[in-house]
């Protein structure tokens, strides 16, 4: 869960030396061509792409373009500075396809919020989408990117970190549309057997819950309900609150159905001759290695399943010291119930620990309450403090469906979340929390009073030592850093939609430079969650993909020799640079 992000930096080449993004002086024949450049296709030819593609082509115009002249509309302009953010892009049903939510891309080129006189530039989005409704409009939109020397996106949802859903000049495959969802009651093959969810590529993963939910099971989706299951959350490992007992997203891929950069329509199996295909796609990244067209996973029975929430913070611990001791105290006690697999997401800040969620599947109220005991009383019961459940408004509910307790609990807090230019992670593994506890809390201390304590970290635990998790269907490109860690972290500013953009740069640095050193110091070597950290992580090949990067980059070569499939972090992304106006090169 992340509810501030989205980094990036000006004076990259500065700060991280392994940055993936240089700047050119020039163009060359090497580059993809962007509007205006000799090679870029004529109207005409646009046009002959739209009628292969049954009239779906798309140009795009930013909804911001109500705030820039010549089209500023004050009414509409003011609407679209209320609901900019997550839930206006989001959840929005008509949200035009271009749209993306990474704050620090949008590069206030056409926001809401920057010069209304100045016009709306398309600055990163990409000029042109296929709304994708079928394999042939996917294979049509990959024949012309490349018989053109057109930069090439793979659209969903719009949520990723790094701007990788979109790019200055590219033609956009939005596969938000392919949203079939079927029930498979039996699935059988030599690596499983038992009951399976097929889903289009666009299928959210509060749609994916919702239709498992209503046959009675439940699948592994991520906390936000926009998401897209087979989208980026599944290709890049992805974590659930469910996965404390059935794995991460990858782990219970049992096909996926996707579209080589050649446009061969291909079933990657664990068993089939794709099975490389599989292995890649199977937390290795997503818009890397081909176009995924739906996957198949595995169901699970539902039932009983119960969330706890509650707060710590200075005013309920009595003072400063007391609340971080509390901190360090609710790590200790969270280890064992991570341990049965329950998933805990919350938000640590210089004064206050918001659990918003500790989910314990196969628990009632009851039970739930009687596993947290340890961790009340030790809470509780120290010293001066004036902690007690109520002050901590511990909250306890209960459902026989996980997807109505999803519903009655986090999903509307999801709705107000907002995002910063800067957004960076990180990894605590298990072995640091569970042996430097205290030079973990005093970094974490530390990094939240930075810069008037403006840093906070949005944490998930995950579940290294938990033996009830189901094995993964097979073996998978999933980052083997995240089965050693206890949590992730997501570590960005409080920023608001009317913060000044020229803060933003400066932020980037000030995350970079001041506050990720504090927290790498105390986590040597952990990496970072592939979906959710910097753009300009640096050693991203280790830190993202922990010593699977040499064997995904050969899939790579396999699927995708000619680098079609590009972003920022993605495996083979070296091979390009940007240049001094934004145009994709051969690097
Ligand atoms: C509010 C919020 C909450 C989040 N919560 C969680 C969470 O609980 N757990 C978690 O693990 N992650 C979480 N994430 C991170 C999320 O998983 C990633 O941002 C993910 O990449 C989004 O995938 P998408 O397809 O929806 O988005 P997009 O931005 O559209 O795509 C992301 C990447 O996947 C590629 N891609 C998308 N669809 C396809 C396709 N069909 N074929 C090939 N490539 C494709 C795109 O090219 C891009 O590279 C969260 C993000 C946000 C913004
Ligand atoms: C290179 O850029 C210039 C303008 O910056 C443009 O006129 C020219 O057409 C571009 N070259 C190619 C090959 O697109
Ligand atoms: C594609 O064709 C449709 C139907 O004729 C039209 O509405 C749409 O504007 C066209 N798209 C572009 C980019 O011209
Ligand atoms: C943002 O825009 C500025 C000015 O046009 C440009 O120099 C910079 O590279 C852009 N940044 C990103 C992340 O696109
Ligand atoms: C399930 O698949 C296995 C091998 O993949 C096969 O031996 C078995 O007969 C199948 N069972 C059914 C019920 O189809
Ligand atoms: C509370 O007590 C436990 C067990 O006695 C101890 O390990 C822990 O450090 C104490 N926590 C606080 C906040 O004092
Ligand atoms: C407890 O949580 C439920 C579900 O989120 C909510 O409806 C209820 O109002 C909460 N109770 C209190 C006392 O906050
Ligand atoms: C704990 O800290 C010590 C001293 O900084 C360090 O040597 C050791 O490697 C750390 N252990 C872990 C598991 O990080
Ligand atoms: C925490 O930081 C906020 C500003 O971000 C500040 O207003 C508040 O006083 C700080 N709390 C403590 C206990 O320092």
Redesign the pocket.
């Given at each position: 869960?992340?509810?501030s992000?989205f980094a990036a930096i000006a004076l990259h080449a500065a700060l991280s030396t392994a940055a993936p993004l240089v700047t050119r002086q020039s163009n060359s024949t090497n580059c993809k061509v962007v509007p205006g450049d000799e090679g870029w296709p004529d109207t005409q030819t646009w046009a002959q792409l739209n009628q292969t593609v049954d009239g779906r082509l798309i140009a795009t115009v930013p909804l911001g373009h109500v705030c820039h002249a010549p089209a500023f509309n004050q009414a509409q302009c003011g609407k679209l500075q209320s609901e900019w953010g997550?839930a206006s892009l989001?959840w929005v049903p008509a949200w035009p396809p271009a749209e993306?939510?990474s704050t620090w891309f949008q590069n206030n080129s056409c926001t809401p919020f920057g010069d209304s006189s100045a016009p709306c530039d398309l600055g990163n989005y990409v000029s042109y989408s296929i709304d994708v409704r079928s394999v042939q409009d996917v294979q049509a939109g990959l024949e012309f990117a490349q018989s053109r020397n057109v930069r090439l996106?793979?659209?969903?949802?719009?949520?990723?970190?790094?701007g990788?859903?979109?790019g200055k000049g590219a033609l956009s495959?939005w596969?938000?549309n392919?949203n079939s969802k079927a029930l498979i009651p039996a699935y059988n093959s030599s690596y499983y057997t038992g009951p399976a969810v097929h889903i289009g590529?666009?299928v959210?993963?509060g749609e994916a819950a919702t239709f498992a939910s209503n046959h009675g099971y439940r699948v592994v989706?991520?906390?936000?309900p926009?998401?897209?299951?087979?989208?980026?959350?599944t290709?890049?490992?992805?974590?659930?609150?469910l996965s404390g007992i059935y794995g991460?997203?990858a782990d219970n891929v049992l096909e996926w159905e996707?579209v080589t950069a050649a446009g061969q329509h291909v079933f990657a199996t664990p068993t089939n001759e794709h099975a490389d295909l599989y292995w890649a796609?199977s937390g290795g990244?997503?818009?890397?290695?081909?176009?995924?067209?739906s996957m198949t996973v595995r169901a699970f029975p539902d039932g009983d399943i119960a969330l706890a929430s509650m707060s710590i913070n200075v005013a309920n611990a009595g003072s400063v010291d007391a609340y971080w001791e509390a901190v360090s105290t609710y790590h200790a006690e969270l280890q064992p119930l991570v341990d049965q697999g329950f998933v805990a997401?919350y938000m640590v800040t210089n004064d206050s620990l918001s659990l918003f969620g500790m989910i314990a599947p196969g628990h009632t109220a009851d039970s739930l309450r009687s596993a947290m005991m340890p961790l009340l009383s030790a809470l509780t019961s120290n010293g001066s403090s004036t902690l007690t459940t109520a002050a901590m408004s511990l909250n306890i509910t209960h459902r026989i469906s996980y997807h109505d307790l999803y519903a009655a609990t986090v999903e509307p807090l999801?709705a107000s979340?907002s995002?910063a230019p800067a957004v960076a992670g990180r990894f605590l593994p298990r072995a640091v929390i569970e042996s430097n506890s205290t030079t973990w809390h005093t970094a974490l201390r530390h990094a939240t009073s930075i810069s008037n304590s403006r840093y906070f970290a949005s944490v998930?635990t995950l579940n290294a030592r938990n033996r009830h998790r189901r094995a993964a269907v097979a073996p998978n490109a999933l980052q083997p850093n995240f089965n050693t860690a206890f949590s992730s972290l997501i570590i960005s500013p409080r920023w608001s939609n009317a913060s000044p953009w020229s803060d933003a740069a400066g932020l980037v640095q000030e995350l970079e430079n001041d506050v990720m050193p504090v927290l790498e110091g105390v986590t040597p070597g952990a990496g970072a969650?592939k979906?959710?950290a910097s753009w300009m992580q640096k050693d991203f090949q280790e830190a993202f993909y922990a010593g699977t990067y040499l064997r995904l980059r050969e899939i790579k070569a396999r699927y995708d020799p000619d680098g079609v499939?590009y972003?920022l972090t993605?495996v083979g992304s070296e091979r390009w640079v940007s240049d001094s106006e934004g145009r994709l090169c051969v690097a």
């Amino acid at each position: 869960m992340v509810s501030s992000f989205f980094a990036a930096i000006a004076l990259h080449a500065a700060l991280s030396t392994a940055a993936p993004l240089v700047t050119r002086q020039s163009n060359s024949t090497n580059c993809k061509v962007v509007p205006g450049d000799e090679g870029w296709p004529d109207t005409q030819t646009w046009a002959q792409l739209n009628q292969t593609v049954d009239g779906r082509l798309i140009a795009t115009v930013p909804l911001g373009h109500v705030c820039h002249a010549p089209a500023f509309n004050q009414a509409q302009c003011g609407k679209l500075q209320s609901e900019w953010g997550f839930a206006s892009l989001v959840w929005v049903p008509a949200w035009p396809p271009a749209e993306f939510m990474s704050t620090w891309f949008q590069n206030n080129s056409c926001t809401p919020f920057g010069d209304s006189s100045a016009p709306c530039d398309l600055g990163n989005y990409v000029s042109y989408s296929i709304d994708v409704r079928s394999v042939q409009d996917v294979q049509a939109g990959l024949e012309f990117a490349q018989s053109r020397n057109v930069r090439l996106v793979v659209k969903n949802s719009g949520h990723d970190f790094y701007g990788k859903s979109t790019g200055k000049g590219a033609l956009s495959l939005w596969v938000h549309n392919l949203n079939s969802k079927a029930l498979i009651p039996a699935y059988n093959s030599s690596y499983y057997t038992g009951p399976a969810v097929h889903i289009g590529a666009g299928v959210a993963g509060g749609e994916a819950a919702t239709f498992a939910s209503n046959h009675g099971y439940r699948v592994v989706v991520g906390s936000c309900p926009t998401v897209k299951a087979a989208g980026g959350f599944t290709q890049g490992g992805g974590h659930s609150f469910l996965s404390g007992i059935y794995g991460f997203g990858a782990d219970n891929v049992l096909e996926w159905e996707a579209v080589t950069a050649a446009g061969q329509h291909v079933f990657a199996t664990p068993t089939n001759e794709h099975a490389d295909l599989y292995w890649a796609l199977s937390g290795g990244g997503g818009g890397t290695y081909a176009v995924v067209i739906s996957m198949t996973v595995r169901a699970f029975p539902d039932g009983d399943i119960a969330l706890a929430s509650m707060s710590i913070n200075v005013a309920n611990a009595g003072s400063v010291d007391a609340y971080w001791e509390a901190v360090s105290t609710y790590h200790a006690e969270l280890q064992p119930l991570v341990d049965q697999g329950f998933v805990a997401e919350y938000m640590v800040t210089n004064d206050s620990l918001s659990l918003f969620g500790m989910i314990a599947p196969g628990h009632t109220a009851d039970s739930l309450r009687s596993a947290m005991m340890p961790l009340l009383s030790a809470l509780t019961s120290n010293g001066s403090s004036t902690l007690t459940t109520a002050a901590m408004s511990l909250n306890i509910t209960h459902r026989i469906s996980y997807h109505d307790l999803y519903a009655a609990t986090v999903e509307p807090l999801m709705a107000s979340n907002s995002f910063a230019p800067a957004v960076a992670g990180r990894f605590l593994p298990r072995a640091v929390i569970e042996s430097n506890s205290t030079t973990w809390h005093t970094a974490l201390r530390h990094a939240t009073s930075i810069s008037n304590s403006r840093y906070f970290a949005s944490v998930t635990t995950l579940n290294a030592r938990n033996r009830h998790r189901r094995a993964a269907v097979a073996p998978n490109a999933l980052q083997p850093n995240f089965n050693t860690a206890f949590s992730s972290l997501i570590i960005s500013p409080r920023w608001s939609n009317a913060s000044p953009w020229s803060d933003a740069a400066g932020l980037v640095q000030e995350l970079e430079n001041d506050v990720m050193p504090v927290l790498e110091g105390v986590t040597p070597g952990a990496g970072a969650y592939k979906n959710e950290a910097s753009w300009m992580q640096k050693d991203f090949q280790e830190a993202f993909y922990a010593g699977t990067y040499l064997r995904l980059r050969e899939i790579k070569a396999r699927y995708d020799p000619d680098g079609v499939f590009y972003g920022l972090t993605t495996v083979g992304s070296e091979r390009w640079v940007s240049d001094s106006e934004g145009r994709l090169c051969v690097a």
